[in-house]
Structure formats: C-alpha cells, structure tokens
C-alpha cells in the first residue's frame, strides 16, 4: 500500500461528501462520475486518474467551502496541481491544472458551451475570469497538455448526475498505485 494514496484518500473521505458548489452532487460523487466518463471514453489510465482527482484542490486549499458565494475565485486547480504533480507527474497534474482554463478556453472557441454549463459553472467562470480573449486562446493551443485538459473538462462537466451509480473509490487504488512517481 502507498502512502500517498493512503493520503489522498483519507482526504478524498474527510471532505468528499460536501456538496459540489451549487450542484446536485457531493465532491466524491461528481469526481468518482468524472473517473467513470473518462474510462468510458477510452481515456488512457493517466487521464482516468486526472479526472478522479481532478478537484482534489477543493480538499486543500485553505480558503472556506462557500468562498464562491462571497466572490471569491479559490484557485482550487493550483491547489492540486502543487500537490498531485509531486506525486504523479506532469501528465496527470497538468491536465488538472489546465482544467478551469479549458473551460475558458471552451467558452471561447465554441458558441454552445456556455449555453451547456450548470449555473454553478456559469458563476465560477466569472470568478475564473470568464471567456479567454485571442491571445489567451492561442496561448492555452501551444500547451501540450490542452487537448487532456479539454477532455477533462467535458468529463467535469458530464460528472454533475444526482444518484448515477459509479465504482467506489478503492477501485481506483490500483490504478493510482501504479502511476505514482515518487
């Protein structure tokens, strides 16, 4: 057994059941449905584990559960990215810190995704800074991982179902097991 998943899930149960920002989902739910859309995608074991832990950084950072509702952006993609990338690696961490920036990057790039996100989205992406301009939009395409992160993000915003049934999260520990990097 890892220490590090130890870790990760001890947190994963602490804070999981908090509901998901203004969704109908706990945490736990909504990240164990974005595993299951990934894996039912084909994606490759790295993005399956993206997708799991892709909101791990609402379990760490410091800021309060309700810091959306008083206007504040947590930056929770950094938050996970800091501590997952030690872990696993850049082709995991970097899609989880990519992810928020591919919902603005999506925003920009398709008309109908905006009309697609949950209210919750919507008011985060004002925090997150809303739509991305040309510049930021040519500039997220030159990353190596936006094509993952955009992935990512339509698994995100997939994993949102009230009552779906997913595998629990020890189903994942093998899988996590075998990518860790340290």
């Not at 990240?31 to 995608?41: N, V």
């Not at 919507?122 to 395409?141: D, I, K, M, N």
């Amino acid at each position: 057994m890892s220490s590090t998943v130890d870790e990760i899930f001890r947190v994963f149960r602490e804070h999981g059941e908090e509901q998901y920002l203004g969704e109908r989902v706990s945490l736990a739910e909504h990240m164990l449905q974005a595993a299951l859309a990934a894996k039912q995608d084909g994606a490759s074991p790295r993005l399956v584990a993206a997708a799991l832990l892709h909101d791990y950084g609402h379990f760490v950072h410091e800021l309060p559960a309700d810091s959306a509702d008083h206007g504040v952006d947590t930056r929770h993609e950094d938050a996970g990215f800091a501590y997952l990338e030690r872990h696993f690696g850049a082709e995991i961490a970097e899609p989880i810190r990519l992810h928020v920036a591919a919902k603005r990057y999506l925003c920009a790039v398709d008309p109908s995704y905006l009309g697609e996100l949950s209210p919750a989205s919507v008011h985060s992406l004002a925090l997150q800074g809303g739509p991305y301009g040309p510049g930021e939009v040519r500039e997220f395409e030159r990353s190596p991982h936006a094509g993952d992160a955009v992935r990512l993000r339509r698994y995100d915003d997939a994993a949102k179902v009230a009552g779906l049934e997913t595998p629990g999260l020890e189903h994942y520990r093998p899988l996590l097991e075998s990518l860790l990097e340290d």
